[in-house]
């Protein structure tokens, strides 16, 4: 998300039904309704809108655990050259589910899911590690994963 790019103005309305179906993904459109204030049809629309726009995205979250993936890490990277261009690169890897352009000690993290030890290996090796500008990386191995919501709101 650039910070160049204006955020689009949510009113209190809009910001309630993102609540809403933080809370609870699956709750209908005439449950939200009832909810904010307003028909079926209406936040329908709104949900298309905020979906459309990027403000919000609906998915199903999964425990990697319970589909088979054993090793999650968070590995850090220092790189050369644009940042940018080696995180669309990391982005396409399968096993990358997050990327984030950083300040401090490294310039670039990402949270990786595999199926188990031998797989972070090699992908570290493979892929992340050979890629033109990757420096070096550091990997922070997730021993167990103590909170993780999405459900914090607005503000």
Known sequence: MSTKARAPHLDETSKAIIE???????????EIGKAVGLSEAAVRQ???????????????VTDPLQLGFYRQAMVGLKVTGDTR????ALAELPAVDYVVLTAGTFDI???????????LISLLNND??????VLSTETFVYLKLHKQLYNWGTR
């Open 46 to 60: 709104r949900v298309q809108k905020l979906t459309e726009t990027g403000v919000m995205q609906i998915v199903a």
């Open 20 to 30: 809403q179906l933080q809370d609870d993904g699956r709750r209908s459109y005439a």
């Open 109 to 119: 993290m990402v949270e990786v899911v595999c199926e188990n030890d031998d797989d």
């Open 85 to 88: 261009v080696i995180a669309d």
């Open 128 to 133: 992340i590690r050979t890629l033109p500008g």
